[in-house]
């Protein structure tokens, strides 16, 4: 059971936006930044959007990050084959353990 | 150019130890934060551990609390993880990645990864 909750899955068809949801709660993702991974099968993971809402260099204006409260998302516009992966939320949690929790991924399908 | 390789990892007996590294290259290891995470096997990821730049502190998930011990050679731009009391649960592939900042940056994620290890504990 993840602390911040994802949902396993979400499809679109080529050119399409979609989101992916992020949910946790005050003690981690209302009061720290959140990050986005995506990772392929037998890869390592590489961060997409950093600090809730930017982006590393070489990462396309496609990939978008945003923040409210306890939730966050994930935006991919102008969907691409080539972006059928799996997609991590992740951020800081002050609770008595603190420590980085990550959601639990969602598979995104290009249909 | 950032480089991260992990090593050490294979296979133990549950109950027996095992140490991975992480050399670094392409930064200044001694001003970042580093963090391990594990997947494993058809799972998400797993966040195990961080250690601050120079190794005052340290924070672990409770699933490797008292079992793992993060450390680091600033001297030899090396990261290590100790893992003792290896469960079968512990099997998957542990990766070493890097913040995106300097300093004291523990809770700002991760931005460079490395290729991961892979830690098998069967009998």
């Known amino acids: 059971q993840s602390v911040l909750t994802q949902p396993p899955s979400v499809s679109a068809v080529p050119g399409q936006r979609v989101t992916i949801s992020c949910s946790g709660s005050?003690?981690?993702?209302?009061?720290?930044?959140v990050s986005w991974y995506q990772q392929f099968p037998g890869t390592a993971p590489k961060v997409l959007i950093y600090d809730n809402n930017k982006r590393p260099s070489g990462i396309p204006d496609r990939f978008s990050g945003s923040k409210s409260g306890t939730s966050a998302t994930l935006g991919i516009s102008g969907l691409q084959p080539g972006d059928e992966a799996d997609y991590y939320c992740?951020?800081?949690?002050?609770?008595?353990?603190?420590?980085?929790?990550f959601g639990g991924g969602t598979k995104l399908t290009v249909l | 150019q950032v480089h991260l390789v992990e090593s050490g990892g294979g296979v133990v007996q549950p109950g027996g130890s095992l140490r991975l590294s992480c050399a670094v290259s392409g930064f200044t290891f001694k001003s970042y934060a580093m963090h391990w995470v594990r997947q494993a096997p058809g799972k998400g990821l797993e966040w195990m551990a961080v250690?601050?730049?120079?190794?005052?502190?340290?924070y672990y998930a409770d699933s490797v609390k008292g079992r793992f011990t993060i450390s680091r050679d600033n001297s030899k731009n090396t990261l290590y993880l100790q893992m003792n009391s290896l469960r079968p649960e512990d099997t998957a592939v542990y990766y070493c990645?890097?913040?995106?900042?300097?300093?004291?940056?523990?809770?700002?994620?991760?931005?460079?990864w490395g290729q991961g290890t892979t830690v098998t504990v069967s009998s």
């Open positions: 005050s003690s981690n993702i209302r009061s720290n930044y």
């Open positions: 250690i601050s730049y120079d190794g005052s502190s340290k």
């Open positions: 990645a890097r913040p995106p900042y300097s300093g004291n940056s523990e809770h700002y994620g991760m931005d460079v």
């Open positions: 992740g951020t800081w949690d002050t609770t008595l353990s603190a420590g980085w929790v």
